[in-house]
């Protein structure tokens, strides 16, 4: 029987931090590329909406959303093809599709095309966001984990603001009064919306040369038998006395196992639902908070507020910023402080701040204190739910059906977001936007008290220590 230690100390386990940093960030190079196309279309849509003649609520709705279908299609294959081809593979097939989708989107001639190409693009960011937090997790040393898979969410934070300012350098200054069919004739309306999305085709094809050249995940070679390989891999990242330790840890939760496509039988063992069911609840709880409907309608949001569209992409930068620094917070607590209670702090943080966004919007206040609010939300969510959520659900699943497993989470996630971004518009017509963040403030509540009953601490144990932890 393998007994699971605490981590010791960096110099002892001779860890080569800088190899696994690298490797590291490669990987979170899709977090990158996810974040600037999730977000790119918000600063876009003044622009292409007029340039396509769209005028339809939900013809609106279908263009901010309809990515979200093919990050779900991309979430739910990437779960079985990772499990088959390895995690690089896809890492580049996933870049490659970056790149085109990219420039196809943003030199679409038509909005048929336009939408063809950003379900493309969703295809892309479902399967970074599954695998590029899945991939660092198999290669980090436990007690680098929480801060090597935060990198990715760091990325994705670099990503967002990226877009965020991309869009505001792009964009030209409009007359407060413009109608629809001037901004469509201005160089915004007819090219600037165009290059804000093609501009992610550079780091698009750095990130396909850097995934050619990264290791395999070890824990997928010792999945398919191929155990030399897996202890090579490894030694680079620790030395053999670290591989050997691992793999045989790695063995001993695969005992039994074989090569190949995980079945239902395998997510219907005992103790297996609970841990999906605990993945998926997190992913959906990290949509359902209400964070991303700022920064899929940021435009309305500060509208609502009162200001115009040159200012509302400069508050834009401003909220990407703060996303930035918190985001750097967390990175430094996630392995200090644990999983659970910045997860808490987070749920009952953003209970405070959405009442008070309620609150301000039900009394009409405009200007700087609903941009301070925002911040704050944003803020809380950037040290928490945002990066510790993609840590856990890279950690709390066995290694046999991991794969598959972190695809339905992530699944999950993106039809919460699908769901989220798509009725937000009826939300706000239907109650408001102060009633928009009492709903989420309320979800942030039921939140609260499933991590307080149900989310297990993860900082500091091997993943196979984790896992004999969760199937207790």
């Known amino acids: 029987m393998v007994t699971h230690e605490k981590s010791t100390p960096l110099e002892a386990q001779g860890v080569r931090l800088g190899y696994v940093i690298i490797i590291a960030l490669v990987a979170a190079l899709g977090g990158l590329l996810f974040g600037y196309d999730w977000v790119v279309i918000s600063g876009a849509k003044p622009f292409f909406v007029p340039h396509f003649h769209l005028t339809d609520a939900n013809i609106i709705g279908w263009a901010m959303s309809c990515a979200l279908l093919g990050a779900l299609a991309g979430a739910l294959m990437t779960g079985w093809l990772t499990d088959k081809f390895g995690r690089k593979k896809l890492l580049a097939v996933a870049a490659l599709l ?203 949001i500060f509208n609502a507020a009162g200001y115009h569209v040159n200012g509302v992409l400069f508050d834009i930068v401003i909220t990407g910023a703060v996303n930035l620094i918190f985001t750097l917070v967390a990175m ?26 309620g609150f301000a919007y039900h009394e009409q206040i405009k200007g700087l204190p609903i941009v301070i609010l925002v911040m704050a939300a944003i803020a809380c969510y950037a040290m928490t739910l945002a990066p510790i959520t993609w840590v856990l659900i890279s950690e709390i699943f066995p290694n046999r059906i991991r794969g598959t497993a972190i695809s339905i989470a992530v699944s999950a996630l993106w039809i919460a977001d699908f769901v989220l971004t798509q009725t937000f518009p009826a939300l706000k017509a239907a109650v408001g936007t102060a009633g928009a963040f009492w709903l989420y403030a309320a979800i942030c509540v039921a939140g609260f008290i499933f991590v307080l009953a149900a989310v297990p601490e993860t900082s500091g144990k091997s993943l196979e220590q984790v896992e004999s932890d969760m199937l207790k």
Not at 118 to 137: C, E
Not at 257 to 276: F, Q, T, Y
């Open 98 to 300: 970056f790149a085109i989708s990219s420039v196809c989107t943003g030199w679409a001639p038509s909005f048929n095309l336009f939408a063809f190409w950003r379900i493309v693009g969703g295809v892309a960011i479902g399967m970074a966001s599954n695998l590029s937090p899945l991939y660092i997790a198999e290669i980090s040393p436990a007690h680098l984990r929480g801060r090597l898979v935060s990198l990715n969410q760091l990325t994705i934070v670099v990503g967002i603001l990226l877009a965020d300012m991309v869009n505001w350098l792009i964009a030209q200054p409009i007359p407060e009064h413009a109608t629809s069919a001037m901004i469509a004739a201005s160089w915004d309306g007819q090219l600037g919306w165009r290059w804000m999305f093609s501009a992610v085709a550079i780091p698009s094809v750095i990130f396909l040369v850097g995934a050619v050249l990264i290791p395999e995940s070890p824990r997928w070679l010792a999945k398919q038998g191929r155990g030399q390989e897996a202890r090579d891999i490894l030694a680079r990242i620790a030395g053999r006395i670290h591989a050997e330790r691992e793999f045989t840890a790695i063995q001993e939760t695969l005992r039994g196992e074989r090569a190949g496509r995980v079945k239902l039988s395998d997510l219907l063992a005992p103790g297996m639902l609970k841990i999906i069911g605990i993945g998926v609840f997190l992913a959906v709880f990290q949509q359902w908070c209400g964070i991303n409907v700022i920064f899929s309608y940021a435009q309305d």
């Open 332 to 357: 430094g607590l996630v392995d200090r402080i644990g999983r659970r209670p910045l997860m808490l702090f987070g749920a009952g943080g953003l209970v405070i701040t959405h009442t008070l966004l």
